[in-house]
């Protein structure tokens, strides 16, 4: 499934972003089980790192 993710910001979005001149999007994919962190970027720094329990 992460695959997915990857080819349609790859191919599909990033193509786009570069006809407008716009940095193309960088991502990492990871997973994981049991308690993680999620940061979330360009959100406000009191509220970026959150901790979720994953089941």
């Known amino acids: 499934m992460c695959s997915v993710y990857l080819d349609v ?4 979005i990033n193509p786009i972003l570069n006809q407008y001149d716009y940095p193309e999007f960088s991502v990492r ?3 994981d089980e ?6 979330l970027y360009g959100q406000d720094k009191s509220s970026s790192t959150q901790r979720h329990a994953m089941s």
Do not use: D, Q, T
């Open 9 to 12: 910001i790859k191919n599909g």
């Open 29 to 31: 994919l990871s997973i």
């Open 34 to 39: 049991g308690e993680n962190v999620v940061v």
